[in-house]
């Protein structure tokens, strides 16, 4: 890990952003979900709606997780594998979790399937909403992680053309034919 990176990731204050207010949002949901599952399903419903909305919440959070945890390294040789192998880890982490779930909840006295599904569906949106409203708000420039030159920089190479002009002047310049030759 890279500790003396001197740029930092521009992705990472916005994915910040996007899990804070997805957690947010996730306990307005659990709320919600819970008053509305209870009022048509009884506990069935109760349950359904806040596994439903708890696990969306984790299956979102675990990519923008996986990327920070990732741009730790960013500056190091292996960034880009080890970017790569996170967000893929964490792909296959939440298939695999996917079907433990799935089976798990498969068939369960205590999930009403309509309201686990409305719950997911629900949460999902509400996430994908934030996630726009932080990007499209988040001032992310069109090139990100450049390093433009500083005045030291410029009054640099201007010194360094200046010194360097008269030379390719006189090299430029055609030699006359002596007639003496």
Do not use: C
């Not at 960034?79 to 498969?106: E, N, Q, T």
């Amino acid at each position: 890990m890279n500790a003396t990176s001197t740029s930092p990731v521009t992705s990472t204050p916005i994915l910040r952003r996007t899990l804070l207010w997805s957690a947010v949002a996730t306990l307005v949901l659990a709320v919600v979900g819970a008053i509305l599952g209870v009022t048509l399903a009884g506990t069935p419903g109760l349950f359904s709606a806040l596994a439903g909305i708890i696990l969306a919440a984790i299956f979102l959070g675990i990519t923008g997780i996986s990327i920070l945890i990732a741009n730790r390294w960013y500056g190091d040789a292996l960034y880009v594998p080890i970017f790569f192998g996170a967000v893929l880890g964490g792909w296959l982490l939440k298939f695999v979790l996917f079907l433990v779930v799935l089976f798990v909840l498969r068939g369960q006295d205590w999930i009403h399937p309509l309201v686990f599904f409305i719950a997911v569906v629900v949460s999902i949106l509400v996430t994908l909403v934030i996630d726009v409203v932080v990007l499209t708000r988040s001032r992310l420039p069109h090139v990100s992680d450049v390093t433009l030159p500083t005045a030291e920089d410029l009054a640099a190479a201007s010194a360094a053309d200046a010194a360097e002009q008269p030379r390719a002047i006189e090299e430029s310049e055609p030699k006359k034919p002596s007639l003496g030759s």
